[in-house]
């Protein structure tokens, strides 16, 4: 009785930060200090009392997801990827990887004075093989 209260009581708590962490934004998590944040999922009408873990957020010093790891049931990485951004806190680049931690794309962003002008996409060899280009029409 005493150990189903205190995983209510740890799932409750659990939700309610992540959804406050959830509904932050950058500011709010560089302020708080947050470096990463791990989201537990227990599946208690399947009788798993233990944690899961279903992702890991990493973040950097201003507060910006720098690494995201989702993960199924069975503790295996469904969804890998790393991202980089430039001084003005634009985002320009992801890197995707597999299970084992390896490349397999990378999409880069290129910006000019504050916009996005082209996106690039590279193979798990880093040889592009697309790329977008972002043409602006301004009024006079």
């Known amino acids: ?14 939700v309610g930060l992540a959804a406050a962490l959830n509904g932050q934004d950058r ?3 560089r302020d708080a200090g947050i470096v990463s944040l791990t989201v537990n999922e227990y599946f ?7 944690p899961q873990v279903e992702s890991i957020e990493k973040f950097n010093e201003d507060g910006e997801v ?9 503790g295996e990485v469904t969804r890998w990827e790393k991202y980089s951004y430039d001084e ?5 680049e992801e890197v995707f990887l597999n299970a084992r931690g390896k490349v ?3 999409e880069k962003y290129i910006f000019e004075e504050g916009f996005r002008v082209e996106k690039q996409y590279f193979n798990e060899r880093d040889k592009l093989y697309k790329k977008k280009v972002y043409v602006y029409e301004y009024s006079k």
């Open 104 to 106: 397999t794309r990378t």
């Open 44 to 50: 208690i009408e399947e009788g798993l009392d233990e």
């Open 66 to 74: 720098i690494e995201l790891q989702e993960f199924n049931k069975r």
């Open 88 to 92: 003005d806190r634009n985002l320009i």
């Open 27 to 29: 500011k709010d998590i």
């Open 1 to 14: 009785m005493i150990r189903t209260a205190k995983y209510t009581l740890m799932i409750c708590l659990m």
